[in-house]
């Protein structure tokens, strides 16, 4: 396997509840090597969702050892850790996360702006073309389709060219016609960049199109298996 870009070892995370403290996830290990595609999967409330978001920085593991695109993220503040996913780590939401204020060409050259990329409407204009909605550039959120929605927040997500994209159900709020362009596009972008893919999902097609598969139950890591 090819060095790893992705390495958990022994992760836990307990969240605060009225009830008392909740387990979320407990003493995850795994390794996800650099251009490898692979699926989380597993029943509501696995802790694979949270697992994603650690590997993004924006959940703490409560103990055991984060390293992502060589950084040991037990070591970094906030402002270092949004430093690092800026740069190394595409994410793509379920539900879009678009700025509805912003059209879709302001939508995905924000990250480029704000990492101070002279160039960000110009990448902006190409990614737009290459996920195929060029035409809509002018456009807000609430004019676009889900579908059209996902695939801004896709161009988005890959603006920095990060080495990493995590994706959350990322076919999840779109019929199954949409879902599939969707996941082609992700797919094919994903190769033509060579970056590593983590998506989380229900769907067994979809999880069955990356090279391996993570399965868990009860916050634990319970299996692994390669596409046949």
């Not at 990329?117 to 807000?140: N, P, S, T």
């Not at 990493?164 to 596009?185: R, S």
């Not at 797919?187 to 067994?204: K, M």
């Amino acid at each position: 396997m090819a060095e790893a870009v992705i390495s958990l070892d022994n992760v836990s995370l307990t969240l605060a509840s009225r009830a008392g403290p909740v387990e979320i996830l407990r003493g995850v290990d795994a390794e996800i090597a650099a251009g490898e595609s692979v699926a989380i999967v597993g029943p509501s409330g696995s802790g694979k969702t949270s697992l994603l978001m650690i590997m993004a920085g924006l959940e703490r593991a409560t103990s055991g050892s984060v390293r992502v695109a060589g950084h040991d993220f037990a070591n970094l503040n906030e402002d270092a850790l949004a430093l690092v996913r800026g740069r190394n780590i595409g994410i793509v939401f379920q539900s879009f996360h678009l700025v509805p204020t912003m059209t879709a060409l302001e939508n995905i050259a924000l990250p480029l702006e704000f990492a101070g990329q002279a160039d960000a409407f110009d990448v902006a204009r190409g990614l737009l073309a290459e996920v195929g909605i060029a035409h809509r550039a002018d456009h807000f959120p609430a004019q676009l389709s889900g579908g059209e929605q996902q695939r801004v927040a896709l161009a988005r997500a890959l603006s920095p060219r990060p080495q990493i994209i995590l994706a959350d159900e990322p076919t999840g709020n779109l019929d199954g016609k949409t879902g599939d362009q969707v996941v082609e596009l992700l797919f094919s972008l994903q190769r033509r960049r060579q970056a590593t893919l983590v998506l989380v999902t229900h769907d067994r097609a979809l999880a069955s199109r990356c090279r391996r598969t993570v399965r868990m139950a009860d916050g634990r890591v319970t299996g692994a298996e390669l596409a046949a």
